[in-house]
């Protein structure tokens, strides 16, 4: 089966650093997404890793590790506007959709 | 270029009536996923068709939910009977293929909500 872990909610403050975690178990890997969720809003594509390492994209990295079963998303330079919720999901194998995680509420602060 | 459109964005229903949630794929999307969020949750993977032909239903209820997308017009998200339980946020994904790394692009979603 699948399962996907993530913290439930985070707060930070406006222009620092913030590492979001997700560690996964499935039964097949083909990668790894993460997606930004604004209240009532539809989930937006961010990052995308199928290879161990980090994936740097502007204020937004993502990096994986296959062997620990584990990703994190890091957000620079923290803006009011990355208020939301990162949704993290799993390509695998054995399933013909992705399967994502709860999610984690960010919360910036002044 | 317009993304994924689901309709109505707000839909409220008594229990025991019907819904139908729309939802038209991007232009040259032949897979359309179906997903509910209840609040504060992830997103539960539901039902994933292709053009007249459901590819995997192992998310959807057994009884009361059904799901089409036929050959013209929008997939069909319909729920019989709705229950207080069904209020839901369910929202529809679309891809030109299925292949690995392949993201998906979200609609907008349909609020249901059950009196």
């Known amino acids: 089966g699948q399962n996907i872990d993530q913290p439930t909610e985070m707060t930070a403050t406006e222009g620092a650093i913030v590492q979001i975690n997700c560690t996964y178990q499935?039964?097949?890997?083909?990668?790894l997404f993460w997606y930004q969720q604004h209240a009532g809003e539809a989930p937006t594509f961010l990052s995308y890793?199928?290879?161990?390492g980090l994936e740097e994209k502007g204020r937004f990295s993502s990096f994986l590790s296959r062997s620990k079963g584990y990703s994190y998303l890091l957000l620079k330079e923290l803006q009011m506007k990355d208020s939301a919720s990162y949704l993290c999901a799993v390509d695998d194998t054995g399933r013909r959709a992705l399967t994502f995680g709860s999610g984690t509420r960010l919360q910036v602060q002044p | 270029n317009a993304g994924v459109m689901q309709n109505p964005r707000h839909l409220v229903r008594r229990r025991g009536q019907e819904a139908r949630l729309r939802c038209s794929p991007m232009k040259g999307h032949s897979h359309v996923y179906w997903y509910r969020q209840l609040p504060e949750e992830g997103l539960k993977f539901m039902v994933y068709l292709q053009k007249e032909n459901i590819i995997d239903e192992s998310g959807m209820p057994k009884e009361r939910f059904s799901a089409e997308f036929p050959k013209e017009g929008p997939s069909i998200l319909r729920i019989q009977q709705v229950v207080r339980g069904d209020s839901a946020a369910y929202f529809c994904?679309?891809?030109?293929?299925?292949?690995?790394?392949?993201?998906?692009?979200f609609g907008s979603g349909t609020q249901l909500s059950v009196l």
């Open positions: 890793n199928v290879l161990d």
């Open positions: 499935t039964s097949g890997f083909n990668g």
């Open positions: 994904a679309s891809s030109p293929t299925r292949t690995t790394n392949e993201k998906l692009f």
